[in-house]
């Protein structure tokens, strides 16, 4: 990790949020070192780094950005990232809402980390993880949770292990 990078990891722990949370402009306004002959050489945002990291192994990445509104149904999405607001129905390996995001619907997916709000039917195969400012509303099945100090779910709100999940979503196919 470069000075640069640790910096703003410290500016963003100041201000309380993660490093997955730190938002793009933290870096935007950074200055970094030109290499000899070449122009200044940014580090990579966390956002960027995700992406980067997504297209590397071939997954398929959905960024609703701040400010962006979708309605609809979305499919071959292997991860979203919702920082915007999204009101659709969701099968992927992957949702991560950040603070300030919004994603109202019917999740399925393996792994959920909620840092923002989401409301709705969600069923998590994996890990449900809500940060301290996440918000969790609904219908909620989850095999593992985890909540941080602050973060709130509310609802009809089960564990459920992963081969009843998976018989449930079986059984749905078939109806």
Not at 154 to 168: H, N, T, Y
């Amino acid at each position: 990790m470069t000075k640069i990078d640790d910096g703003l990891l410290k500016m963003a722990a100041e201000k309380g949020e993660t490093s997955s949370q730190a938002p793009r402009q933290a870096l935007r306004g950074a200055e970094a070192s030109a290499p000899a002959g070449g122009p200044p050489e940014l580090p990579a945002l966390p956002l960027e780094q995700a992406e980067r990291a997504a297209r590397a192994h071939n997954d398929r990445l959905l960024l609703v950005g701040a400010g962006i509104s979708v309605k609809g149904r979305i499919q071959s999405c292997d991860r979203l990232i919702v920082e915007g607001k999204v009101e659709a129905t969701l099968q992927a390996d992957e949702i991560d809402v950040v603070s300030g995001g919004l994603f109202n619907g019917e999740v399925e997916v393996n792994t959920a980390i909620i840092s923002g709000t989401l409301t709705g039917n969600v069923v998590v195969r994996g890990r449900l993880e809500i940060t301290e400012t996440g918000r969790v509303t609904g219908r909620v099945r989850y095999n593992q949770l985890m909540i941080h100090e602050g973060g709130r779910i509310s609802g009809d709100v089960q564990f459920q292990a992963i081969d009843d999940i998976l018989v449930e979503e079986a059984e749905r196919v078939r109806a």
